[in-house]
């Protein structure tokens, strides 16, 4: 018996849960399905009509498929649970007086302190601990930028202790909070049919906008870092708020065009290639050899498919318009699947419904 309640589920027992609907006891290894012929990826129990075993992939966490390049299933919605429980976290956070929030906090509020801890930094990379002490450093620097002095940025902050406070702050931003007012930027997140995507904003543009499973993201965020100075801590902004809602109305079908305000830093060629290409019309493609000649030089292609790859803001800066001269979709660093399916959703065809293709 107590073999049989240790041993984790093989691919088998996580597909026989998926016919018959019935969520298994325990997570582990193999507890999210990938379905290759639609691109999705779900959990057991999940209602959708049920794949054939052949055309499934095992993953141990939705983080894992959305890597592989799957996204979420929209009827059993595999990342969701996480998704509520880490905002609800966020949002005790951000309710809490000094930042902090205990496990009794967490107990009356109905959720588990140790799967909220593993969950938190699973999908974060932090301890709730780390986000809270982070967030209240940043709105520290926001205080002082609005001209608040250092004693009332470390109390409003929570901070009891003096020297704490400018440690921890030093650590962060790189000086004391008395040599200097930083201004960094915040980092959050938004989830789309195509997966995860991390957002770096301020209260004035956009930094970047990126799916978290680009192999370049981390050059990306180094890169930011290193260009304009500035510490990324956990966030948001108005700019947070405008990209999420205009993101989401882009999927809806909704949005042909992005409002948010943008902040590029690329070399002059660069800028000129992201300048183009946000002047291909919604639901049209142009050849990386089109660009080419749009930006004076039609035998950069190379140089412009590598300026494609260094744009640091999916969608907004529509970079998955430029396809080959035979038509070939190869060259997206987001992947030629999700390409595809970002030119069909403008192009208004039909794409597979989430989780219901065999």
Known sequence: MLDALMRMPTDRDIYEAFLTRTALAHEGPGAIIGVRTTGVFCRPGCPARAPKFGNCEFFDSAEAALRAGYRACKRCHPAGEDHRLVRALIQMVEDSADGRVTEKAMRQAGIDPSTARRRFKARLGMSVADYGRLRRLGLAAQAMERGASVIDAQLDAGFESASGFRAAFAKTFGVAPSRGRPDPLFVDWLETQEGRMIVVADDRALYLVEFVDRVRLPRQF?????????????????????????????????????????????????????????????????????????????????????????????????????????????????????????????????????????
Not at 238 to 257: K, L, P
Not at 341 to 356: F, H, N, V
């Open 222 to 358: 180094e890169r930011l870092r290193r260009i304009h100075g500035r510490a990324v801590v956990p966030g948001t902004t108005q700019v947070t708020d405008t990209i999420r809602r205009e993101m989401a109305e882009y999927f809806s079908g909704a949005r042909r065009d992005f409002s948010v305000a943008i902040e590029t830093a690329g070399t002059a060629f660069q800028s000129d290639v992201w300048e183009a290409l946000r002047t291909i019309p919604y639901g049209e493609t142009w050849s990386y050899a089109d660009l080419a000649r749009r930006v004076g030089n039609d035998r950069a292609v190379r140089a412009v498919a590598s300026a494609n790859g260094a744009n640091g803001l999916a969608i907004v800066i529509p970079c998955h318009r430029v396809i080959g001269s035979d038509g070939g979709l190869g060259g997206y660093a987001g992947g030629v699947d999700r390409k595809a399916r970002l030119l069909a959703l403008e192009a208004g065809t039909s794409i597979p419904p989430t989780g219901e293709a065999v």
